[in-house]
């Protein structure tokens, strides 16, 4: 059996050493997704030796209004599980700030072709106009434990990976429960550190946040996918909701009695303006980075799974805006789709080029290599950790011929064609109506009413389906995606429901989608309103779409089991291997991968230079905006009254001399540690007060969830004085500008 000292030759020993001088250095305070409640501890000191004013108790407090009461993890039913953006408060009325990519979906289901917020913007002139937002909601951190040492006690080096998790659960839910206090509070425990430690978070989710502002996409998406993770970046990308409550301030779902929050703490807003070196923190709530993932890991995303996946979400891309452009309604509907379609299209471009550009792979083999040769100088060392990188080389290797076989599976199934989704939400009810079949009395009874209840359920999705939904462009994307996987995957890797392509169809996926299209009551809200109207299983058992769902979900299901022994062996590895490397290293100070869960990372405003001669300025201004105008490219037009007022140089207090000239600055970098989470979350300067918008990071550091970059790493941000520009200038919007403390 392969195993991994066998291949440590001269050279890679030699690498690791020269490695290992650098690896044991102390982390640039530019890098790490902190922890508020151990930020007195492990960063205030350097905090402020980069200019810090306030005192940690100000950022940081369960008993008194800090900083962190001002921030916001905003969801979309997945609260407290995970955040999709980060907001912020930014008066005491509960008015939040995120970027206009966070709010871009629910600006659409707001848009008609009559009202069209995306094209045009939205700006409720009073509290009545602000608009409701199914399913959004916003949730504040109360306060975070440790509760490591009661989750280990529950644990032992002999529990297989399996028993292991399910003891980890079942802690977790108690530990949860305990702190909810009768629900009141929405808790989640989560594993850091590979599960070597563990955390509580408790939360109080709002549920009534209203849309009360966005500026014309010309503005909140310029650039669109061209300047998408470049710098440098113009885009205006903001928008504004707020956060309401019941009248005595706890959460309530939407009601016209609902009152503006009273939060605990508000940013006030800064227009002074940024320079180089500002000291410069950034509050959210980042995904997913993986810090620690080793070579294999690495090379796995390099040859498998990123080229896999932007080959198939090229050719969605591909689909959606040729039927986009040829369409306005079209346009509308698959606006969102197409840009959350294309924003991880090109990450992992982005991501894939700059771990082969950065050496990232030869970093992490001399790691490995590192780790390897500390292990050897200590038996109890090699006893305890010994296992660690043999374990998760033969779990990679294992898993080899499944990556690109899944791959496919999610991005051409599951999140391919849409019909193929809505198919999979009718799975309860025909397994209520199968029950039904053969059941007598009360039980009948009962699953009677379940099935009304799951055909109300499937008609009310249908109405929201169909509102977004254009059969002729999901029949496209069916016969691209199932034509691509059906020539790139092996054939004893596709799912069952692939067999009718070659017994039936002779190999001709289209005639397979005519087919699907034309019978299935899934890809027309009038076929699917007379099922409705007239229910039978049989109908349901045959419809094309669903036998394509359940053979996905059921080859789903198989794949991922014959990967859990595999995946075991990698997730024991990764413990022991990140406890290794923690020991390895006792005076490093280790920040956690993020993991959707409140985080501070900071740092300067600071430009930087991307290749040899060629140097990038810390800020954009309006002026060029108007030097990438194209009225032929829907990317890059320009508002024709943003574009008046800067022929006037109407900037009004938010302007300033550049270059000798009046002019606005739009969007500024700094060295920040974010990843994607953080889309939203607010720019702080030193005294508290919020500077900008962190919305991107750039091209030439891709790879930074896996290996950070500190001398190319930077946060695009959205200048807030180019925010309250708009709102006040373009949109006319001064109640917003009343209503915030500003600081000049």
């Not at 109890?380 to 076989?405: C, F, H, M, Q, T």
């Not at 791959?407 to 199934?413: D, F, P």
């Not at 001709?508 to 299983?537: G, H, Q």
């Amino acid at each position: 059996m392969y195993r991994f000292k066998h291949i440590l030759v001269l050279a890679t020993i030699l690498m690791a050493l020269s490695f290992n001088t650098r690896i044991m250095a102390y982390t640039p305070p530019d890098e790490g997704m902190w922890l508020p409640m151990f930020v007195e501890r492990l960063n205030y000191v350097d905090m402020q030796k980069k200019g810090l004013k306030l005192t940690a108790e100000e950022l940081y407090s369960i008993n008194n209004s800090s900083l962190k009461d001002a921030i916001v993890g905003l969801a979309a039913g997945s609260a407290p599980g995970g955040y999709f953006c980060t907001g912020e408060i930014v008066s005491d009325q509960g008015l939040l700030f995120t970027n206009h990519h966070c709010g871009f979906n629910y600006i659409q289901e707001h848009s008609t072709i009559d009202k069209d917020y995306l094209t045009n913007g939205f700006w409720a002139m009073s509290l009545e106009e602000e608009l409701p937002n199914e399913g959004l909601t916003a949730s504040f951190l109360v306060r975070m434990d440790d509760v490591t040492k009661r989750v280990l006690e529950a644990l032992s080096d002999t529990m297989s990976e399996e028993t292991r998790a399910m003891k980890i659960a079942e802690v977790s839910e108690e530990i949860q429960k305990e702190n909810a206090n009768d629900g009141k509070y929405d808790c989640v425990v989560k594993p850091f550190f590979g599960g070597n430690e563990f955390y509580l978070f408790v939360y109080q989710t709002y549920k009534d946040v209203r849309l009360v502002g966005t500026p014309p996409s010309s503005v909140g998406k310029f650039g669109g996918d061209t300047d998408n993770w470049m710098w440098p970046r113009h885009t205006g990308d903001f928008s504004v909701f707020r956060v309401y409550s019941a009248p005595d301030g706890s959460p309530a779902a939407y009601s016209k009695n609902n009152v503006p929050l009273k939060p605990k703490h508000f940013l006030p807003v800064s227009i002074k303006g940024v320079q180089k070196n500002d000291y410069a923190m950034v509050w959210g709530y980042p995904g997913s980075t993986d810090r620690f993932l080793t070579s294999w890991g690495v090379n796995a995303a390099i040859t498998q799974t990123n080229p896999t996946t932007v080959q198939i979400r090229d050719l969605k891309l591909r689909i959606m805006k040729e039927d986009m452009n040829s369409d306005p309604k079209i346009n509308l509907m698959y606006a969102a789709k197409h840009a959350g379609t294309a924003n991880y299209w090109k990450y992992y471009i982005g991501q894939t080029r700059g771990l082969k550009r950065l050496g990232v792979l030869e970093e992490k083999q001399a790691q490995e290599a590192a780790f390897t040769q500390w292990l050897d100088q200590d038996a109890s060392r090699k006893e305890k950790y010994g296992d660690a990188l043999n374990l998760i080389v033969d779990g990679y290797r294992a898993l080899d011929p499944y990556n690109v076989p899944l791959t496919y599976l999610n991005e051409a199934v599951f999140q391919g064609p849409e019909i193929i989704t809505l198919a999979m939400r009718s799975g309860m009810l025909m397994e209520t109506m199968q029950k039904l079949k053969d059941a007598k009395g009360d039980e009948k009874k009962k699953l009677e009413e379940s099935v009304k209840k799951y055909l109300d359920r499937l008609r009310k999705r249908g109405e929201d389906f169909f509102k977004d939904y254009n059969m002729a462009t999901d029949k496209k994307l069916f016969a691209g995606m199932m034509e691509m996987y059906y020539k790139n995957v092996p054939k004893d890797m596709q799912m069952d429901a692939f067999a009718i392509v070659d017994e039936k169809y002779k190999g001709d996926v289209k005639r397979w989608t005519d087919d699907v299209y034309n019978k299935s009551i899934f890809c027309d809200m009038a076929r699917l309103e007379a099922f409705l109207k007239d229910p039978s299983l049989k109908a349901l058992q045959k419809d094309p779409a669903v036998l394509i769902a359940t053979s996905a979900r059921a080859f789903a299901n198989q794949l991922y089991g014959a990967q859990a022994e595999m995946q075991s062996k990698i997730e024991r590895g990764n413990r022991l291997y990140i406890a290794g490397l923690r020991q390895m290293n006792p005076s490093k100070k280790w920040a956690p991968d993020a993991n959707s869960t409140m985080r501070v990372t900071y740092g300067s405003v600071l430009d930087y230079y991307p290749a040899d001669a060629v140097h990038y300025n810390l800020f954009t201004t309006l002026s060029g905006v108007m030097e990438k105008e194209d009225p032929s490219n829907d990317e890059f037009i320009v508002d024709p009254k943003l574009k008046a007022l800067y022929e006037k140089k109407d900037f009004g207090r938010y302007g300033s001399k550049i270059n000798g000239r009046d002019d606005l600055v739009t969007c500024f970098l700094t060295t920040n540690d974010i990843t994607g989470g953080n889309s939203g979350s607010p720019v702080i300067n030193a005294n508290g007060e919020l500077i900008g918008l962190a919305f991107d990071g750039n091209w030439e550091a891709m790879s930074g969830d896996i290996a950070f970059e500190p001398q190319l790493q930077r946060t695009i941000c959205a200048d807030v004085r180019y925010v309250l520009f708009v709102i006040e200038k373009m949109g006319g919007c001064t109640r917003l500008i009343n209503e915030m403390k500003i600081v000049e």
